[in-house]
C-alpha cells in the first residue's frame, strides 16, 4: 500500500491539524511530569525530547508507523547480515565490527567475526608499536606526525573521533587531508619530515580522486626526500576493500588493512578505517568506543519500541519532515571538541536517505532527509540563532552537551552549559508580547518607545528542539552517541523505504569531473557541455593562462 495512503499517515496528517495552536509553552504547563513522560537515560546518556512539539498521541502514531513499516523486522534482517543493501548486493554489518556477541555470524557463508577480531588485534599491536617508539622510520626515527588520507567516511569518523578525544591525546601527532586543493597538504609539507611522518591511505574503493591524488602527492613528497620505494613501504598504511589497487600503489600488504563489502563509507569508523584513535589514544580507547556503540546497539534491538532512543529521534524526525513541512535540521553541539559532529552527520544521514526512489525502484511521493546543518554553540549564537528564534521558518534542532567539564576550566563550562540550557528554554517558551512589555518597563523605557520596539522583541517561541546530554565525552559515550544517530538513520530509512547505504547520487558529478579534467588542461574540446559551464571553464583557461577567452556571439 502507498505510504501516504494507510490509515496511520492519514491519522498523523489529520493529528497534525488538531495540534496545530498548540504552544510548547502550554504543553508544558498542563502537564508537570513532561519532561519525566518525554525523557530517557541510557548509561550516562539522557534524551531529553519533551521539549518537541508532540503529545503521547503523537508518538503513539509515529510508533504504529514504525510497526506498520515492519522496523522490528528490517532491524532483525540489517543485523542478521541480509542483503539490505539491494542495489549493490551487500549487507550492513557495521554493528558486527563491534559486536562482543561469541554467536557466529555468517555474511555470504563467511563467518565474518574472526577477520573482524584479527584485523582488530593487528590494528591495535601497529598503534601500540607506533605510540611506543618501536615502530621505526626508515631512517631509524620513531613516528611523530601521521597524516591520514582520505575523504567522506573515509574520514569523517576518525576526524569526529580523534578530535572528541583530544583530551586523552597521548601518541603522535594526527593530521587530516581530505580535500585536493593542496592547503591541508602544504601545511603538513611545511611543518614535518618525511623521516618521522606515517601516511594512512583510507579509501574503500581506492579510485576516489581526491583520496588517489592527495596520496600520489604525498608519495612524491618521500620521493623527492630521496625515499625509495621500501622507504614508501615503511612510511604507509593502507585501509581499503581494493587490495590489488593498494598493493599496487606501494602499500607492503602486512600493513593493508580491509575494510569488507558489507561495512558502508560512512559506517566505517569501527573498523581499520579507526586506526588514527588507535595511534593518538591507545587501542584501551577504541575498545571504549566500540564497546559505547555496542550498548547502544543492544539497546536498539532490545528495548521497546517506545523506549527506543534511536528509534524516537528517528520517528520525531519523520514527525518534522513529513507531517509539519520542516525540511531543515540543526545539530548544535555545545562542545568544540564535538565540532566535527554537524559535518559527520551531513554524510551520514543526508548520504543515507537523501533519496527520492524507494529501495523497490519507485518514486517516492513524500519528503526524505532534511537539509542538515550546524554549528559548535556558543558560536552559533553569535551566527544563525537570530533565525532559529524569530526567523520565519521554525528549524527542529538537536542540542548536545557534555556534562563534565575540561580539567581546570570549570567556570568556563558552567558558563557554556548555562548557554546551552537556556538556548532550548528560550525556543520552546519564547517570550509574549506581555513579557516582552513588562521587560521593557522594568528597563525604564518611555511608553512609546516601548510600543515601537515591541515587535521586534517578541519571541515566538513553539520552536522544537531535543536535548542529548552526556555524562562526560569518554570514548564509550562517544560510541553510543555516534550508534545512536546511525540506527536513527536507519529507522528513518525503513520508514522511508529506502536502502539507506547505497548512494548512487554522487556518480554523475564525479563522471563529469573526470571528464572536464582534459578540457581544464585545454586538451579536448568543450563543445559537449552546455553553454554555462562552457563559458566558466574558457574564463578559468583565460585566468589560468593569461589569454583571453573566446567572444561569444
Ligand atoms: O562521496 C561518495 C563516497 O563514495 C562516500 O560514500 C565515501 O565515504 C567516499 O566517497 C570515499 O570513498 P572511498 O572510501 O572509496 O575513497
Redo the contacts with the bound molecule.
Keep these: 500500500m502507498a505510504l501516504k495512503q494507510s490509515s496511520t499517515w492519514v491519522a498523523l496528517e489529520q493529528h497534525r491539524q488538531a495540534l496545530a495552536g498548540r504552544h510548547l509553552r502550554d504543553l508544558f504547563a498542563c502537564d508537570s511530569s513532561r519532561f519525566q513522560q518525554f525523557s530517557l537515560e541510557l548509561d550516562g546518556l539522557l534524551l531529553d525530547y519533551s521539549k518537541n512539539l508532540i503529545t503521547a498521541e503523537t508518538l503513539q502514531l509515529l510508533l504504529e508507523l514504525a510497526q506498520q513499516a515492519d522496523l522490528e523486522g528490517w532491524r532483525e534482517r540489517m543485523f542478521s547480515g541480509e542483503l539490505v543493501n539491494g542495489t549493490e548486493q551487500r549487507a550492513a554489518l557495521h554493528a558486527a565490527l563491534r559486536s562482543s556477541d561469541q554467536t557466529r555470524l555468517l555474511v555470504a557463508g563467511e563467518d565474518v567475526r574472526s577477520s573482524v577480531r584479527d584485523t582488530l588485534t593487528q590494528i591495535g599491536a601497529l598503534a601500540d608499536s607506533i605510540r611506543n617508539g618501536s615502530y621505526r622510520g626508515y631512517a631509524g626515527a620513531p613516528i611523530s606526525d601521521v597524516i591520514h588520507i582520505?575523504?567522506?567516511?573515509?574520514?569523517?569518523g576518525p576526524r569526529l573521533a580523534v578530535e572528541a578525544l583530544s583530551n586523552r591525546h597521548d601518541g603522535p601527532r594526527i593530521h587530516f587531508v581530505s580535500n585536493i586543493d593542496g592547503a591541508e597538504l602544504a601545511a603538513c609539507f611545511s611543518q614535518f619530515q618525511v623521516a618521522t611522518t606515517l601516511v594512512i591511505v583510507?579509501?574503500?574503493?581506492?579510485?576516489?580522486l581526491?583520496?588517489r591524488a592527495n596520496a600520489e602527492a604525498v608519495k612524491q613528497w618521500f620521493l623527492d626526500a630521496g625515499a625509495d620505494a621500501a622507504a614508501i613501504q615503511r612510511h604507509f598504511v593502507g585501509v581499503?576493500s581494493n587490495r590489488e589497487q593498494a598493493l599496487a600503489f606501494g602499500i607492503a600488504p602486512e600493513r593493508l588493512f580491509p575494510?569488507w563489502d558489507w561495512v558502508?563509507?560512512?559506517y566505517?569508523l569501527w573498523s581499520a578505517v579507526g586506526l588514527p584513535v588507535a595511534i593518538g589514544c591507545g587501542m584501551q580507547a577504541c575498545h571504549e568506543l566500540l564497546a559505547g556503540a555496542e550498548a547502544m546497539d543492544e539497546h536498539f534491538l532490545q528495548a521497546p519500541l517506545a523506549k527506543n532512543l534511536p528509534i524516537l529521534l528517528g520517528l520525531l524526525g519523520v514527525w518534522y519532515v513529513n507531517f509539519m513541512g520542516l525540511r531543515s535540521h540543526a545539530v548544535i553541539p555545545y562542545s568544540e571538541r564535538l565540532r566535527q559532529l554537524p559535518a559527520y552527520l551531513q554524510?551520514l544521514e543526508m548520504?543515507s536517505n537523501g533519496k527520492s526512489v524507494d529501495r523497490y525502484g519507485t518514486p517516492v511521493d513524500y519528503a526524505t532527509v532534511p537539509v542538515l546543518w550546524g554549528q559548535t554553540g556558543t558560536v552559533g549564537q553569535h551566527a544563525f540563532f537570530q533565525a532559529l528564534h524569530q526567523g520565519t521558518q521554525p528549524v527542529p534542532a538537536d542540542f548536545i552537551g557534555v556534562a563534565e567539564p575540561l580539567p581546570g576550566y570549570e567556570e568556563l563550562h558552567e558558563q557554556l552549559m548555562a548557554n546551552f540550557f537556556a538556548q532550548t528554554e528560550a525556543l520552546m517558551h519564547g517570550q509574549t508580547a506581555a513579557e516582552t512589555r513588562e521587560q521593557m518597563e522594568a528597563q525604564g523605557l518611555p511608553a512609546d518607545r516601548i510600543e515601537a520596539l515591541l515587535p521586534f522583541r517578541i519571541f515566538p517561541g513553539n520552536r522544537p528542539s531535543t536535548t542529548i546530554l552526556l555524562r562526560e565525552l569518554s570514548p564509550r559515550l562517544l560510541g553510543m552517541l555516534i550508534a545512536l544517530y546511525e540506527h536513527k538513520v536507519f529507522t528513518q530509512s525503513v520508514i522511508w523505504r529506502l536502502n539507506a547505504f547505497d548512494?548512487w547520487g554522487?556518480e554523475l558529478g564525479?563522471r563529469l569531473a573526470d571528464g572536464l579534467l582534459p578540457s581544464l588542461r585545454g586538451g579536448s574540446e568543450l563543445a559537449a557541455h552546455d553553454a554555462s559551464t562552457q563559458g566558466l571553464v574558457e574564463k578559468y583557461r583565460s585566468w589560468r593562462a593569461g589569454t583571453p577567452p573566446r567572444q561569444h556571439d
Excluded: H
Design positions: 582520505g575523504i567522506g567516511g573515509s574520514d569523517l583510507v579509501s574503500k574503493s581506492f579510485t576516489t581526491e583520496t581499503s575494510i558502508g563509507g560512512r566505517s554524510q548520504e548512494q554522487v564525479k
